[in-house]
């Protein structure tokens, strides 16, 4: 769907709210533990607190630390936030608006909202498919980058004590934007601490309401009457949301 794309521009939110630090900032060890994150749970959210019954911060995943894993299980919650914040706009815009212009060079517009979003998605020619799934994955390889202290844009990686959900930034690719894609005129740079971190906060819980939120709208839309207060609001949809090439191959 055109969210996707929208997806590409979540990847980087994290580096204009990062807590600042003085001197090698992109290496500080952070290496939290489940006492950190029941600290950091009842900020969240005082009611609920800290929520883990599948215990996955005692799972060791690959053999790795409890530090490691908590590390690994922080990046995927802010991702995963991100990309449901994405979707959750890019789901209601493309339900209301479309792109004035063509989307082939051929001059064929863009599918009408008269398409739900997977609807839309669906009509999409496979090469512009490949074209986002592709870039969304060069930024989900970019994110892995960390080439370490002293490099120009290197980071500690999260499962190794580095900043959760911080992405690298483009300074680390030859004649790249000369620009942060989330805060090109830096409006945050001076930003107390305090600030940023309330702010990541709110990131997380938006995030987490993103998640429900984008779900609620694919539930909706494939089980009728799965999500009442959405009756008559989003479009069903009989297609397979989990397999984004159905239209164009099946296995």
């Given at each position: 769907?055109?969210?996707?794309?929208?997806?590409?521009?979540?990847?980087?939110?994290?580096?204009?709210?990062?807590?600042?630090?003085?001197?090698?900032?992109?290496?500080?060890?952070?290496?939290?533990?489940?006492?950190?994150?029941?600290?950091?749970?009842?900020?969240?959210?005082?009611?609920?607190?800290?929520?883990?019954?599948?215990?996955?911060?005692?799972?060791?995943?690959?053999?790795?630390?409890?530090?490691?894993?908590?590390?690994?299980?922080?990046?995927?919650?802010?991702?995963?936030?991100?990309?449901?914040?994405?979707?959750?706009?890019?789901?209601?815009?493309?339900?209301?608006?479309?792109?004035?212009?063509?989307?082939?060079?051929?001059?064929?517009?863009?599918?009408?909202?008269?398409?739900?979003?997977?609807?839309?998605?669906?009509?999409?020619?496979?090469?512009?498919?490949?074209?986002?799934?592709?870039?969304?994955?060069?930024?989900?390889?970019?994110?892995?980058?960390?080439?370490?202290?002293?490099?120009?844009?290197?980071?500690?990686?999260?499962?190794?004590?580095?900043?959760?959900?911080?992405?690298?930034?483009?300074?680390?690719?030859?004649?790249?934007?000369?620009?942060?894609?989330?805060?090109?005129?830096?409006?945050?740079?001076?930003?107390?601490?305090?600030?940023?971190?309330?702010?990541?906060?709110?990131?997380?819980?938006?995030?987490?309401?993103?998640?429900?939120?984008?779900?609620?709208?694919?539930?909706?839309?494939?089980?009728?009457?799965?999500?009442?207060?959405?009756?008559?609001?989003?479009?069903?949809?009989?297609?397979?949301?989990?397999?984004?090439?159905?239209?164009?191959?099946?296995f």
């Amino acid at each position: 769907m055109k969210f996707l794309a929208l997806a590409a521009l979540a990847v980087g939110s994290a580096t204009a709210f990062m807590p600042s630090h003085h001197g090698k900032a992109s290496t500080v060890q952070l290496s939290e533990t489940k006492a950190d994150l029941t600290d950091l749970g009842k900020k969240l959210n005082p009611i609920v607190g800290f929520f883990d019954p599948l215990g996955l911060c005692d799972a060791a995943f690959w053999g790795k630390s409890e530090e490691q894993t908590i590390g690994f299980l922080r990046q995927a919650e802010i991702k995963h936030g991100r990309v449901a914040m994405a979707a959750f706009v890019g789901y209601v815009v493309q339900s209301n608006f479309v792109w004035p212009w063509a989307m082939t060079m051929d001059g064929t517009g863009f599918p009408s909202t008269d398409l739900s979003p997977p609807e839309q998605w669906d009509a999409l020619p496979l090469a512009a498919k490949l074209q986002i799934i592709l870039f969304v994955g060069f930024l989900e390889w970019y994110s892995e980058l960390t080439p370490g202290e002293g490099s120009e844009g290197g980071l500690t990686h999260y499962t190794k004590g580095g900043v959760p959900g911080k992405y690298p930034t483009f300074d680390a690719i030859p004649h790249s934007v000369p620009f942060n894609l989330y805060d090109p005129f830096r409006f945050s740079t001076n930003m107390d601490d305090a600030t940023k971190e309330k702010r990541l906060r709110a990131e997380i819980n938006n995030g987490r309401l993103a998640q429900l939120g984008i779900f609620g709208f694919v539930c909706a839309q494939t089980i009728p009457g799965s999500v009442p207060v959405l009756e008559g609001i989003v479009k069903p949809y009989s297609g397979e949301v989990m397999a984004p090439l159905e239209a164009n191959w099946s296995f």
